[in-house]
Nanobody, 127 residues
Framework: QLQLVESGGGSVQPGGSLRLSCTTS?????????IAWFRRASEKGREALAC????????YYSSVMNRRFTISRDKAKNTVYLEMNSLIVEDTAVYYC???????????????????WGQGTQVTVSS
């Protein structure tokens, strides 16, 4: 069973930065799975942020990201990152990574396409 573990969350002041990590089980190859980041703020639904495709590492971003977040991956470490800059209070949420075996329609960031999910890591932005 593919396992995903998020880390790197915490508390930060507005304008600050964080880098989240999503590490997969070592027996699974990032060439076989698209990895995406989602978040869920309190009393809101889960929101798609970005994903990186399996085979060519192409990146897709949700239009709400406004280029403050960057997704990247290190295949040697089986890890996908989400670099978050210029954080605002509204970025406070639990951040999840998820994996999909699909390699099509990734740009739509469809939650139902992702069958494997991590437990999430809390990000709190406050002054």
């Amino acid at each position: 069973q593919l396992q995903l573990v998020e880390s790197g969350g915490g508390s930060v002041q507005p304008g600050g930065s964080l880098r989240l990590s999503c590490t997969t089980s070592s027996e699974f190859d990032l060439d076989d799975y698209a990895i995406a980041w989602f978040r869920r703020a309190s009393e809101k639904g889960r929101e798609a942020l970005a994903c990186v495709s399996s085979r060519d590492g192409r990146k897709y971003y949700s239009s709400v990201m406004n280029r403050r977040f960057t997704i990247s991956r290190d295949k040697a470490k089986n890890t996908v990152y989400l670099e978050m800059n210029s954080l605002i209070v509204e970025d406070t949420a639990v951040y999840y990574c998820a994996a999909s075996v699909r390699n099509d329609r990734l740009g739509f960031l469809i939650e139902d396409d992702y069958g494997y999910w991590g437990q999430g890591t809390q990000v709190t932005v406050s002054s």
